[in-house]
């Protein structure tokens, strides 16, 4: 071979390690990773039913505002849900919705194996 055709294989190589990586990349999106907040979240929401953004971020230690975008980030996710008060329409709750319950489980079965 020669030094042509090295530069050509090379090439070729590449293009299709890049193909693989931005293959694996987009699978990892479409998983929508879990962050260790977010796992953390719903654990406590799991554990603690009718919890208020108030309630989550004294438990995570974070900011009203933080745990607002949290919140928000993970219902877009289809993770938790928010949830008006039956008494009182200025209060509303979060919780874990069946998607949530099952991305715990499947988490802890990742760490496990």
Same mark, same amino acid.
């Given at each position: 071979? *020669?030094?042509? !055709?090295?530069?050509?294989? #090379?090439?070729?190589?590449? &293009?299709?390690?890049?193909? #693989? /990586? ?5 699978? #990892?999106?479409?998983?929508? /990773? $879990?962050?260790?907040? !977010? ?8 554990? %603690?039913?009718? =919890? =208020? $953004? ?6 995570? &230690? ?7 975008? #949290? ?10 849900? &928010? $949830? %008006? *008060?039956?008494? *009182?329409? &200025?209060?509303i709750?979060?919780a ?6 099952? %991305? /715990? ?9």
């Open positions: 071979m *020669d030094k042509q !055709q090295y530069i050509d294989q #090379l090439f070729n190589t590449m &293009r299709q390690l890049r193909k #693989l /990586i931005e293959t694996q990349n987009q699978d #990892l999106n479409e998983e929508k /990773i $879990v962050t260790m907040m !977010q796992f953390s979240a719903l654990k406590f929401l799991k554990s %603690n039913k009718n =919890s =208020s $953004v108030g309630d989550l971020a004294g438990h995570l &230690r974070l900011s009203k505002s933080s745990a607002t975008q #949290l919140v928000e980030r993970m219902s877009k996710m289809g993770f938790i849900e &928010r $949830v %008006n *008060d039956k008494t *009182d329409r &200025r209060v709750h979060i874990i919705t069946p998607k949530g319950e099952q %991305n /715990i489980i499947d988490l802890k079965k990742k760490v496990i194996d």
